[in-house]
């Protein structure tokens, strides 16, 4: 397993890294969850730029500054709606993760971190999402030449021993 992937039980608004990924809504205009939190320390401003992005489709990222966050960016991307699987949500939310690496290389960027997107509000099994996360962010980085380093970040300790064991960290 690359050295650049990392797991921590934390609150992603408290990440200095050069970005955090918002698990947003497509309105791209704030919500609960994850994107309450990071609009919340953000401030206002943050609302602002969102605005002028009109909107994210599911799977797609789009990269705003991170104003009162620790971070410097705020990648937002919108995960899939869980319905059980047979609606594409696992390419989905797959590509949330491929698009926002995209994202964070074409920036230069130099860390990341995630929170375990769908896996709240919108209700896609933890376990499944976390093998679909880690796949994704090793598939795309395998054989690439960067300096991003990535850490997941569980705010839960059940999402914690989930991405410990699937990065064969030990416990
Ligand atoms: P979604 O609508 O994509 O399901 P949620 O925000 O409801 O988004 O949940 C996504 C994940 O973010 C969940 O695992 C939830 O526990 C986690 N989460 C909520 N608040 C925070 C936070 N402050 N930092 C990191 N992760 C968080």
Not at 11 to 30: C, F, K, P, Q, R
Not at 57 to 68: C, N, V
Not at 134 to 153: E, K, N, P
Request: charged fraction near 20%.
């Amino acid at each position: 397993m690359s050295p650049k992937i990392s797991v921590i039980h934390a609150d992603i608004t408290e990440l200095a890294v050069d970005a955090i990924v918002n698990a947003a809504n497509a309105s791209l205009l704030g919500g609960g969850g994850v994107d309450g939190a990071i609009h919340r320390r953000a401030g206002p401003e943050l609302l602002v730029e969102c605005r002028s992005l009109g909107g994210c489709a599911t799977g797609d990222a789009k990269l705003t500054k991170a104003y009162r966050l620790p971070a410097k960016y705020v990648i937002h991307t919108v995960g899939p709606v869980w319905r059980g699987g047979r609606e594409n949500e696992a390419t989905l939310l797959s590509a949330c993760y491929r698009n926002s690496l995209r994202l964070a290389l074409a920036h230069r960027l130099e860390s990341l971190a995630f929170p375990c997107i769908s896996t709240g509000i919108y209700g896609y099994p933890p376990r499944e999402a976390a093998a679909i996360a880690v796949d994704s962010v090793v598939g795309f980085l395998d054989g690439q030449a960067h300096r991003l380093a990535v850490t997941f970040c569980c705010f839960s300790e059940a999402d914690l021993q989930i991405y410990r064991a699937l990065l064969n960290r030990p416990v």
